[in-house]
């Protein structure tokens, strides 16, 4: 692994950091904060570490970030920084080399995002900052060390898993697909950022998780209505909706017919 940068940033106020890339890997830890990255591959690859550049055409993806969260953003990725108030922010440039024990995080395609709920890796991103405030003696070889040790710790995280990640809350979503179930607290257990939970869920799967669990309460509520004699009303409140004009309007969106035609057709 080789050292590229460190920069610990305070703003005391609203703060955008342009559009910008880097030719290597950027850890970036959100001390405390609010806000949003936008990002896309770039077309062109960096020729330094930090380059500032004019954005370019194309579709963006956005990361909405706050306190106790990290980001690990791949090299030649464009992407620009909004912060809604003061804030401190810690970024980390490194590139990897032959032997490094890193083989998930070498071939990260995009911006990889999680909340560091129980400061998991705080601790190591401050230890970062103070070896690098003290600038001692191979400072950059220790910071390696600490480096390499957090994302060692950090890589079960990320792609090795995500496959298993994605199918442990989609098998909790057909368990659980009755409850009150919300879109932030699913993405809270497996660290990841609503949006961006949003976004691998439904390119794993074809659809999103909210539109994923009404498609489990509408199938279910078909079961319900051909095999019982339930009331709609009891079928409704089974099947987790909110109440029956809820139930009756993803009904008819989903199979284009009310629940009461669909037990008329029985």
């Not at 936008?38 to 690859?45: I, L, Y």
């Not at 911006?111 to 400072?139: C, G, T, W």
């Not at 990841?192 to 998780?209: A, Q, V």
Request: charged share 25%; glycine share 4%.
């Amino acid at each position: 692994m080789k050292l590229a940068y460190v920069y610990i940033d305070k703003y005391n106020s609203p703060t955008h950091i342009q559009m910008h890339l880097h030719n290597c890997f950027e850890l970036v830890y959100y001390h405390n904060t609010n806000g949003y990255t936008t990002w896309k591959p770039a077309s062109h690859e960096a020729n330094g570490p930090l380059i500032f550049t004019e954005k370019e055409q194309g579709s963006y993806e956005q990361i909405d970030f706050s306190s106790n969260t990290l980001i690990v953003i791949p090299p030649n990725t464009l992407h620009d920084e909004k912060h809604y108030g003061a804030s401190k922010v810690t970024a980390i440039g490194f590139s990897l080399e032959e032997g490094d024990k890193l083989p998930d995080l070498a071939i990260l395609k995009k911006p990889f995002f999680m909340r560091d709920k129980e400061k998991l890796f705080y601790n190591s991103v401050r230890r970062i900052e103070k070896e690098y405030a003290a600038h001692s003696a191979f400072f950059q070889n220790i910071i390696c060390l600490y480096l390499n040790r957090l994302l060692l710790e950090l890589t079960p995280h990320t792609l090795s898993t995500q496959d298993d990640l994605l199918n442990f809350i989609k098998n909790y979503i057909d368990e659980h697909f009755t409850q009150n179930l919300k879109v932030e607290d699913l993405a809270e257990q497996i660290f990841y950022s609503p949006d961006y939970f949003r976004t691998l869920f439904k390119e794993k799967f074809g659809m999103n998780p909210k539109a994923y669990m009404i498609d489990k309460r509408i199938q279910f509520a078909k079961k319900l209505i051909y095999e019982t004699n339930l009331s709609l009303t009891r079928i409704s409140e089974l099947c987790g909706f909110n109440d029956y004009a809820q139930f009756n309007k993803f009904y008819k969106k989903k199979e284009k017919v009310s629940p009461s035609q669909a037990r008329g057709d029985k």
